[in-house]
T-cell receptor, first 115, second 111 residues
Framework: DVKVTQSSRYLVKRTGEKVFLECVQD?????MFWYRQDPGLGLRLIYF???????EKGDIPEGYSVSREKKERFSLILESASTNQTSMYLC??????????????FGPGTRLTVL | QKEVEQNSGPLSVPEGAIASLNCTYS??????FFWYRQYSGKSPELIMS????GDKEDGRFTAQLNKASQYVSLLIRDSQPSDSATYLC???????????FGGGTRVLVKP
């Protein structure tokens, strides 16, 4: 089974802090994604990556950056956390090969609260 | 028009009945579609993927894709209280190489 893990289930940070959210997948997937999910707004794509050291902006990249130094790991960085970044953050991964082409598998999520 | 649209619900279904969920999509979405189940406070879980016109069955779930009418549906047979969740429809956008999600349909299965 595909396994996507995220570094924390719950996180509380203060305004202005630099926040790192880590995601690791164990299925050798090429693609990795970061979403945030908010009530009434659904799932929104922040950034994604097709390969190591590659990144693409999603629909709401402002205030975020990402890093992908290894194929299995994709990090989301909040350079200076703000209260409007309080949300559920979801990491996902997918393969570009085989029968399960583009099926995205999600991690358990990190509920981030910025005070 | 949103790229993927779903009725937000809630869709209330008696236990044992068939739950029918629908999703429509725009011209910007094509090729393949996915249904996810999301329990409250949890992350989305992939339950079905469908890539071609017609029906695809997996256990109590059947996904149906009609590209001419631009809709995809999910049927849940013999609905159980454990099926109570929000169901997300997602379509693949070749432009940008990413999934776009609908807002989800909340399903309540009543014993």
């Amino acid at each position: 089974d595909v396994k996507v893990t995220q570094s924390s289930r719950y996180l509380v940070k203060r305004t202005g802090e630099k926040v790192f959210l880590e995601c690791v997948q164990d299925m050798d997937h090429e693609n990795m994604f970061w979403y945030r999910q908010d009530p009434g707004l659904g799932l929104r794509l922040i950034y994604f990556s097709y390969d190591v050291k590659m990144k693409e902006k999603g629909d709401i990249p402002e205030g975020y950056s990402v890093s992908r130094e290894k194929k299995e790991r994709f990090s989301l960085i909040l350079e200076s956390a703000s209260t409007n970044q309080t949300s559920m953050y979801l990491c996902a991964s997918s393969s570009r090969r085989g029968l399960h082409y583009n099926e995205q598998f999600f991690g358990p999520g990190t509920r981030l609260t910025v005070l | 028009q949103k790229e993927v649209e779903q009725n937000s619900g809630p869709l209330s279904v008696p236990e044992g009945a068939i739950a029918s969920l629908n999703c429509t999509y725009s011209d910007r979405v094509s090729q393949s579609f996915f249904w996810y189940r999301q329990y409250s406070g949890k992350s989305p879980e992939l339950i079905m993927s469908i890539y071609s016109n017609g029906d695809k069955e997996d256990g109590r779930f059947t996904a149906q894709l009609n590209k001419a009418s631009q809709y995809v549906s999910l049927l849940i047979r013999d609905s159980q209280p454990s099926d109570s969740a929000t169901y997300l429809c997602a379509g693949y956008k070749a432009a940008g190489n990413k999934l776009t999600f609908g807002g989800g349909t909340r399903v309540l299965v009543k014993p």
